[in-house]
């Protein structure tokens, strides 16, 4: 079984300080809880609210920052996934997530569909999101608003993913009484019609006006919920990520031999 | 408002001659309620658990079988989409749904991803399903199982559908407490990622120790479950179809535009 932990703290905007803090001790305490894959929300380091380019540019890291070897020291034998605003080339901004297994950083994605006022700050990533052949799993790695688009969660499966850990920010949307956040019921969908666990690793608090949604959620691979944030703002569950590499359901039903890919 | 009502009778296999009771009835209860759109399920004038291809064969029906053609007087002003056991070229069979639009056929559809055991019996279609521009709007067909590979529901949503009509039977699959069946997941999720409504109707009953869901649902085009089906096995919602047609969701984003299809 793979201890898959989601970590909802609540950034700062523009406070690289306390969130380099917050974000190390959010991985350092999954790592003592056993957690195999730990997920950081998105932009974890920055905040989400950031108002003009130069206040992104103030919080910007390259994937070289010491930040990220702390977030390796702080789980030595975990994969750790968590978001981050990028100074790229060009001093060009992205919304990026960090991959680290074993201590060492081995992706940095840059998010390719930017969501909203996003578009205002960032770069979007010219790069489909990898499928990374961990010590924990083969994990892709999605940004909150990439997990909408059905192309690239199938994509993603298709490459192999046993999971895929996705850094979020939800702001708060209306939802009928009952119903669970919209963005979890894609992530559901997504999971059984793939076959895949998913991981989505939201915010909690206020910034600058926006609520957050708080939706984090730990699925398995047919699509059900099997850990949410709790009070102590963790959603953690133990998967097994084996059962992501079979697609068969039934004597005659296979959820990728069953498509039909000349159609579409 | 366009009203859209799936109807959820419980059909005897192999018993066309009762089958064809029904299925008229049901057409003409929900035309007498006003219908602008009307689904009926999967297989309904055949059921579902025929048990070989001799049993199935004694029940198919061509498109011009004067069913549909009663189907339409039932409904004069209606569209009406229900599934068939269709008697094609050479005597294949396919699971189909037959389209009538104010009384007169207007399409076939030959479910293209076929579940399971249905493969024994029946051919998949080698087209994809269309989307009509009918009297009550731009409607796409599926079948069941058709619904759960996204490159579809995507297709058909590009394509222009204001409505996706499913008929389908769903078998009873476990599910945690507390949770839609997983099937209206995956709808829910395909209708917010893709702004479209989505009607699906199931069956009811038991037939040869197959138990039915009974999960009929019609869901607008934001993802949320508008009607389920009540003790009198009818769904029923009145649905801005219009809606549909917008895929800008803020300033800056929007469901279509934001895809990035050259990295899938």
Redesign the interface.
Known sequence: MTRVHCAQPAPRVADLPHNRELSVSAVRGAAARGADVIVLPELVTSGYRLSSVAEAASVALTPDDPLFAEWGRAAPDSVVVGGFCERGAGGRLHNSAAVLDRGELVAAYRK?????????LFT?GS??PPVLDTSRGRIGVLIC?DL????????LALEGADLLAVPTNWPLVP??AG?RP?EV??A???A??NGVAIACCDRAGTERGTRWTEGSAVIDH???VRAEADESGCAEADLDLAASRTKR?????D?FA????E??
Chains 1, 2 share one sequence.
Do not use: N, Q, S
Request: no cysteine; charged share 35%.
């Open positions: 390719t569909h930017l969501w909203d006022e996003e578009k205002l979007p790069a489909a608003y909408e688009f059905p192309e690239l969660t199938r994509k939802r009928p119903e919209p019921v894609i559901m969908a997504a059984r019609v047919e699509g059900w359901r039934t004597a005659h039903a959820l069953d498509r039909r890919p159609l579409y």
